[in-house]
């Protein structure tokens, strides 16, 4: 069983800045890619930041330069740093990684509960 818990959601003013976090946990190989996606209301989901094992980072274009996506991969967490937030952030954030459980077979993807981001301007 693997689950990945969010923390780290709430409210905020447009300019002000939360940090988002995701730990991992259950029995596993190693984690692959970790990344960040929103849902806002009435819109589809987006991918809003990716991490590999490795570092190497990617971001949407609309919160380059404001959001930071990083990785403890010690603690199995992966963090989202969110900066000048501005009210169309507001979204349902949910952390994904891709978890390998067996040697024998590829990772899956994993899919946290969410956590509600509210941004006022």
């Known amino acids: 069983q693997v689950q990945l818990v969010e923390s780290g959601g709430g409210l905020v003013q447009a300019g002000g800045s939360l940090r988002l976090s995701c730990v991992a946990s259950?029995?596993?190989?190693?984690?692959?890619?970790m990344g960040w996606y929103r849902r806002a209301p009435g819109k589809q989901r987006e991918l809003v930041a990716t991490a590999t094992s490795g570092g190497s980072t990617n971001y949407v274009d609309s919160v380059k330069g404001r959001f930071t996506i990083s990785r403890d991969n010690a603690k199995n967490t992966v963090y989202l740093q969110m900066s000048s937030l501005k009210p169309e952030d507001t979204a349902v954030y949910y952390c994904?990684?891709?978890?390998?459980?067996?040697?024998?077979?590829?990772?899956?993807?994993?899919w946290g509960q969410g956590t509600q981001v509210n941004v006022s301007s």
């Open positions: 994904n990684a891709n978890i390998k459980r067996l040697l024998v077979l590829p990772g899956s993807d994993y």
């Open positions: 259950g029995s596993f190989i190693r984690i692959n890619a």
